[in-house]
């Protein structure tokens, strides 16, 4: 699993309300990424990192941001949190030249 | 745009049967990886057997094998002697370009 955790592991909040969500490696991989998982839809891609400060958009990026100021830790932040953005968020690394993924634990988060 | 296609939602199969899941992509890219990962009801994404599209041969991993046709863009996974823990949700996923694209996924139940 490459050392990949992820906090907080559930979470609810209210509507309108910022959430920080962290992911933190150990492997010193170059490429993080966020995924969402929705039924339905599979793990759609929010954001990437492809080193620190290096950071780029996926297929779902609005109402989503991103931060990597290490490489160990990628932060996805929800500015103003939404229902449509309950959902289960998995954090996952590249590997390097092997180009295998490995995911973190996943986080559950309701927005009411 | 690079998308990745799973066209049987759901399958059921018997224990001890052999059950194969369909994946398709598109791609212009010549160089990628496909990779089929299993998420049981723990949530954790496992990888199950990975390809490398410069290689002929089909990836072998025990009892799960792919059927890799580079020219079709076809990349399906074989379950041999399938067993009552081989339930779960089974993604497709193809990495080019930096980024890793997931099909919705198809849900194989094994019965008893």
Not at chain 1, 25 to 30: A, F, G, M, S, V
Not at chain 2, 46 to 65: D, G, H, M
Not at chain 2, 70 to 87: C, H, M, P, R
């Amino acid at each position: 699993d490459a050392g990949i955790t992820q906090s907080p592991r559930h979470k609810v909040t209210e509507t309108g309300t910022p959430v920080t969500l962290r992911c933190h490696q150990t492997e010193n991989h170059r490429y993080m990424y966020w995924y969402r998982q929705d039924p339905g839809h599979g793990l759609r891609l929010i954001h990437y990192s492809y080193g620190v400060k290096d950071t780029d958009k996926g297929e779902v990026s609005d109402g989503y941001s991103v931060s990597r100021s290490k490489t160990e830790d990628f932060l996805l932040t929800l500015e103003s949190a939404t229902s449509s953005q309950t959902s289960v968020y998995f954090c996952a690394t590249i590997a390097g030249s092997t180009d295998t993924q490995y995911f973190g634990p996943g986080t559950r988060l309701t927005v009411l | 745009a690079q998308t990745v296609t799973q066209s049987q939602p759901e399958m059921s199969v018997q224990e001890a049967e052999t059950v194969t899941l369909s994946c398709t992509y598109d791609t212009s890219e010549n160089n990628y990886y496909l990779f089929w990962y299993k998420q049981p009801p723990s949530r954790q994404m496992i990888l199950v057997i990975r390809q490398e599209a410069y290689k002929q041969q089909n990836a072998t991993e025990n009892r799960f094998s792919v059927n890799f046709q580079k020219a079709a863009k076809s990349f399906s996974l074989k379950i041999s002697d399938s067993q009552l823990g081989d339930t779960a949700m089974y993604f497709c996923a193809f990495i080019g370009d930096d980024k890793i694209i997931f099909g919705k996924g198809t849900r194989l139940h094994i019965l008893p």
